[in-house]
């Protein structure tokens, strides 16, 4: 692309020259489809279909769920520990949003899974009349292996399934138990490790 | 027409990609808020709102090239409704098509449920008229939303109960309303009552569109859909005396059709890829009926064998 004629050069977004998705158009509702089917599907673990080269602060399945879902009406939280030029310059060069540092004020918010629930104590969480006006939270771990389980059911599980992201700061257990009462307010979770996604919507009940 | 038209790039699915992301945001929160009503900035569709502009939004948001489409308008793959769907997204999606359910990963549908059970990993996109169950009730969006909130759903019972004192059993036939998860109650669109248990804890997602007021609600799969009613006046289905004329199905919805000017009619599944299959897979009636003297045979003998 002709710098002149972007907004963007690549002397404003720093050092990010990482590509994006292959096919935007195809990739994003390959991506979306994911998203759509662990949302639906509180706890089931599903295998990334593509992989995207990202920052090192960003796997590449919690970059290719941003890339599929953020753009420029959409405003983005990073957490201290995913925050650096890299993460925001990369995201605003490939999907134009908004980064804040106010968390309240986010779409989606994104957390490493070593960080603590005070982080994300702002994020939105919709009112009663509107609970869809809350933030995604989009956790980075390293696997869905974790010793520690818990036990999801609700809308979208058949009997009951098991949620083991890893590795996750002991606190946000908790956390995510206590986002169930606030239904139907609440933070729709995505657990993302390099290669694979797992959701947990406001609607699961937990056992822990 | 829109400004999509002008941008130099072709529009896979006909939305350009800024408004499919936003009905993307807007599906995922109806998913993880069952039964509750997202709004979202809906576009202007190539055809009028009574063809089901919100259904073909949602369609056109999720359907990608490896897809297998169908569309069904009271029932039936044939209707212009349904054929004109079916040609556009096989023009702008490059989709393959089917009318069979079993085949298809996304079924769009107006008024009815197929028959068939649906299964784990299909999508229901229905086209909705009106998708707020108590605008009857009160006009305002806001107050419908107060309503929601609060879990007021008192008058809700008081329209439905009312049916029964003027008519005996609740009337409503249609568009029947449900509560989603033991919370939100919502429109099942204008499908029969018949359908409404076909919701409950059904393995495939169903998505809600809603084009004219911007509206976007869910049911996730295995989720527990109850038809409102009262212990003294439980809910109940359509049922008919007759079968099936063509197929001889005893428990699927039918359509009445009128065969002459002297008041003969026949009794037709309105499902008409349920019944063509029940066509294609049953016996010729006298094989049937000497089978099934010949099973009534052999009960009696190994009765008598005992
Ligand atoms: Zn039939």
Redesign the pocket.
């Known amino acids: 692309m002709n710098s002149q004629t972007n907004s963007l050069s690549t002397q404003d977004i720093g050092q990010t020259t990482l590509p994006g998705f292959d096919n935007p158009v195809f990739d994003a509702t390959t991506i979306f489809r994911t998203v759509l089917d662990a949302m639906s599907h509180p706890g089931t673990v599903i295998e990334t279909p593509l992989t995207c080269k990202s920052p090192s602060k960003l796997n590449s399945s919690a970059a290719s769920v941003l890339l599929a879902l953020a753009d420029m009406d959409t405003t983005v939280w990073l957490s201290p520990e995913t925050e650096c030029s890299n993460v925001s310059d990369y995201l605003r060069f490939h999907t134009g949003c908004s980064l804040t540092q106010n968390a309240k004020h986010c779409d989606f918010a994104v957390l490493n899974g070593m960080e603590g629930p005070d982080q994300i104590a702002d994020l939105p969480i919709g009112t009663a009349e509107n609970p869809d006006r809350s933030a995604t939270l989009i956790i980075a771990v390293d696997h869905f292996n974790s010793e520690k389980k818990a036990v999801l059911s609700g809308p979208g599980i058949k009997t009951t399934s098991e949620l083991s992201p890893s590795p996750l700061n002991s606190k946000l257990w908790g956390w995510m138990k206590d986002n169930r009462n606030y239904f139907p307010c609440g933070i729709d979770v995505i657990f993302a490790s390099p290669t694979h996604i797992c959701a947990l919507p406001r609607s699961s009940e937990m056992d822990i | 027409m829109s400004q999509n038209t002008t941008a130099s790039s072709y529009n896979y699915a006909y939305l350009d990609e800024q408004t499919k992301r936003m009905i993307r945001r807007a599906l995922l929160k109806a998913v993880a808020i069952p039964g509750y009503q997202v709004p979202f900035a809906g576009r202007e569709m190539p055809m009028p709102y009574g063809w089901g502009t919100g259904g073909v939004q949602v369609t056109a948001t999720v359907i990608g090239p490896s897809d297998t489409l169908k569309v069904i308008d009271q029932g039936s793959d044939d209707t212009t409704n349904a054929v004109s769907i079916r040609q556009f997204f096989e023009k702008t999606a490059d989709i393959n098509t089917t009318e069979k359910t079993k085949d298809a990963t996304v079924i769009q549908t107006r008024h009815r449920i197929p028959e068939e059970t649906l299964t784990e990993g299909q999508i229901l996109v229905y086209q909705v008229p009106i998708p707020e169950p108590l605008r009857f009730l009160e006009p305002r969006e806001t107050e419908t939303r107060k309503m929601h909130a609060l879990e007021e759903y008192g008058l809700m019972h008081v329209k439905l109960y009312e049916d029964i004192s003027r008519h005996g059993h609740i009337a409503t036939t249609y568009a029947y309303p449900v509560k989603v998860n033991g919370r939100y109650v919502m429109d099942p669109s204008p499908t029969p009552k018949f359908d409404n248990p076909k919701m409950d804890n059904c393995a495939a997602l169903q998505l809600f569109g809603a084009g004219r007021e911007k509206r976007i609600y869910a049911i996730p799969p295995y989720t527990k859909v109850q038809s409102l009613d009262f212990e003294d006046h439980p809910f109940e289905i359509q049922s008919w005396d007759q079968d099936?004329a063509?197929?001889g199905?005893t428990d699927?919805f039918l359509d009445e059709v009128i065969l002459d000017d002297k008041g003969n009619r026949m009794f037709?599944?309105s499902d008409s890829d349920?019944?063509q299959s029940?066509q294609d897979n049953s016996m010729s009636p006298s094989v049937e009926h000497t089978l099934s003297q010949a099973s009534q045979m052999q009960s009696v003998n190994s009765e008598a064998s005992k």
Do not use: A
């Open positions: 099936c063509l197929c199905s699927s037709v599944c349920y019944c029940r």
